[in-house]
């Protein structure tokens, strides 16, 4: 079956700009994530969704992040006011209220 | 703060020999502790998982040691081959937390050399 998806696969764009990335999670699961990775770093969580409850901000590095989760399935990154410093591969995880998350292949986004 | 410590940062093994990866983590709440595999221009993929109550868990050639009084977990990799190469990530837990949100170590680079 299809696994996660996300869209752009690369995005460029100027410092000052916003972005938004999409994650097309895996159908019937009710959890997903985002993750951010560095160059030559582990991944750092950012935000979780479950279900209809409050999503878990948490690991948002600050107010230019958000996300929302539309109708329980497709999710929007967005970065305003882009930074040099936000570069990095931007990952989806979805995960059918298990333990195991599955991950899709990541937008990398590079701002210039 | 770093929660979940992983070492090496990169790894070279010869084809047939033994891989070894170590991680070590801080909170004791944690109680899922997965290894990812990550191959370059991919996401990452689950590779074996354990839970505490356990202090080995084999799946083919990966195995997970898990030493819960010295809060440390760690993967062989048997008989190495070349597709083995790739980054590793552990990761741990708190999933009575309701979360499961992941804290990844900083990874493991390994090749195997043919």
């Known amino acids: 079956g299809a696994g996660v998806s996300q869209s752009p696969s690369n995005k460029v764009t100027e410092k000052g700009k916003d972005v938004e990335l999409r994650c097309d999670p895996i159908s019937g699961h009710t959890a997903l994530y985002w993750y951010r990775q560095s160059l030559g770093q582990g991944l750092e969580f950012l935000i979780y969704f479950q279900g209809n409850s409050a999503p878990d901000k948490s690991g948002l590095p600050s107010d230019r992040f958000s996300a929302e989760r539309t109708g329980g399935s497709v999710s929007t990154l967005t970065i305003q006011r882009t930074q040099q410093e936000d570069s990095a591969v931007y990952l989806c995880?979805?995960?059918?209220?298990?333990?195991?998350?599955?991950f899709g292949p990541g937008t990398r986004l590079t701002v210039l | 703060q770093q929660q979940v410590k992983q070492s090496p940062q990169s790894l070279i093994v010869q084809k047939g020999g033994i891989s070894i990866i170590n991680c070590a983590y801080e909170?004791?709440?944690?109680?899922?502790f997965p290894w990812y595999q990550q191959f370059p221009g991919k996401g990452p993929a689950l590779l074996i998982a354990i839970r505490p109550d356990v202090s080995e868990k084999k799946e083919g050639r990966f195995t997970i040691s898990f030493n819960k009084s010295a809060k440390q977990f760690s993967l062989h990799i048997m008989d190495s081959q070349p597709g083995d190469s790739a980054t590793y990530f552990c990761a741990a837990s708190n999933t009575l937390q309701g979360a499961q949100k992941l804290v990844f170590g900083q990874g493991t680079r390994l090749t195997i050399n043919p």
């Open positions: 995880a979805s995960s059918p209220t298990g333990d195991t998350q599955y």
């Open positions: 909170n004791t709440a944690f109680d899922y």
